[in-house]
């Protein structure tokens, strides 16, 4: 019979080790690979007023326009207008959370719901630390 390995008994780093291999870092297996760096905004289109076609916003995101509706759909992101269907358009802000989203569900495999959840973390902290250095 197969010995049972309990929870968490490989992380532990009292096993021997063969002559000439090296210890792992145990979180180095959770590590998901880089995605390829996604484009920045040219310099028209850095300005905090800039605001963008929903096309505009997946090329420069490298998203489609799929994920981007169903971003909206759930809160994640929302546009500055709606002028008529199809038509949103999307600020600076919504860029950024849009490229944060895709960070945190490429590197951490977070679902819709735990991205939401983080966001609103993510935003709390900024304000927390926005009003700290405004008291100093």
Request: net charge positive.
């Amino acid at each position: 019979m197969p010995e049972q390995i309990r929870p968490h008994e490989d992380l532990r780093h009292d096993r021997p080790v063969a002559a000439g291999s090296r210890r792992r870092n145990p979180t180095q297996a959770m590590k998901v690979p880089r995605k390829k760096a996604l484009s920045r905004p040219r310099a028209a289109e850095r300005t905090s007023d800039s605001v963008y076609t929903i096309e505009v916003i997946c090329e420069i995101a490298g998203v489609p326009r799929q994920t981007i509706l169903s971003y909206q759909e759930h809160g994640l992101i929302a546009p500055v207008s709606a002028g008529g269907p199809g038509a949103r358009r999307f600020n600076a802000e919504a860029l950024r959370a849009l490229r944060r989203i895709e960070h945190l569900r490429a590197r951490y495999e977070m679902n819709l719901h735990t991205l939401k959840f983080t966001l609103g973390l993510l935003n709390e902290l900024e304000r927390l630390r926005d009003d700290l250095r405004s008291r100093r």
